[in-house]
């Protein structure tokens, strides 16, 4: 079941942070260069969510100033997260384990297991409790959780799923965030335009073992 709320919006979600032609050519070179460098490192140490890889310094700076949210949408998410993260350990260190959390322009997304409906309530009146957010999107499920070849099989979706969201050059594959549980992928975050989009989606059904596509990417036109 998904449990969706929004908040009626009273600020702007966030700056483009889009410089001249030239300047997106060059960063988005340097993007996809620190994300094909850093794809398989970051997959490597998850269960199931990959985003692109964030270095520190100028690299990192260029990595976050590509995204269509810009460094202030980004550095405001940063800390959605971090509060968020805060909450759910206070109330219970165990609270998030299974979980996956994923903040984009203030919306929260859950993936991942909940062994009762209790705690994946619990999960969702704290992420209301941080500054920022706009909506909830509720997908975890309540289960005792998979084995570990169905949390290998979803980690392998998602790395190649991101691989080839990276090395397609008519996809911006910084603005998307995937997560995948037991063979379904969930994707967040903005589209250039319906065409991109359409691209991530087709890459997504065509990988092996997928079940089913969840969309949940905005277009920024929309925003």
């Known amino acids: 079941m998904t449990f969706s709320r929004r908040r009626p919006r009273n600020q702007s979600a966030g700056t483009g942070g889009d410089g001249p032609s030239r300047g997106r050519s ?21 269960t199931s969510a990959c985003t692109p890889l964030l270095i520190g310094g100028v690299g990192g700076a260029a990595v976050a100033a590509s995204e269509h949210r810009g460094l202030k949408g980004f550095a405001t998410d940063t800390e959605i997260r971090a509060t968020i993260n805060h909450l759910w350990f206070q109330h219970s260190v165990d609270l998030s384990s299974g979980v996956t959390l994923t903040v984009d322009h203030g919306r929260v997304l859950l993936t991942g297991r909940s062994p009762n409906e209790q705690t994946r309530q619990d999960l969702v009146r704290l992420c209301w409790q941080a500054d920022g957010v706009k909506e909830v999107i509720n997908e975890v499920l309540v289960d005792s959780g998979g084995g570990v070849v169905d949390s290998a099989k979803d980690t392998w979706i998602t790395t190649q799923l991101r691989t080839k969201l990276t090395i397609d050059l008519d996809i911006r594959s910084q603005n998307y965030s995937i997560d995948t549980v037991d063979g379904v992928v969930y994707l967040m975050g903005t589209a250039t335009g319906q065409p991109e989009l359409d691209r991530v989606i087709q890459h997504a059904r065509s990988v092996p073992n997928v079940q089913r596509v969840v969309n949940y990417v905005r277009i920024i036109s929309s925003l």
């Not at 060059?26 to 998850?46: D, E, H, K, P, Y």
């Open 26 to 46: 060059a960063v988005a070179r340097l993007n996809r260069f620190v994300s094909l460098f850093g794809i398989a490192l970051v997959c490597a140490g998850t």
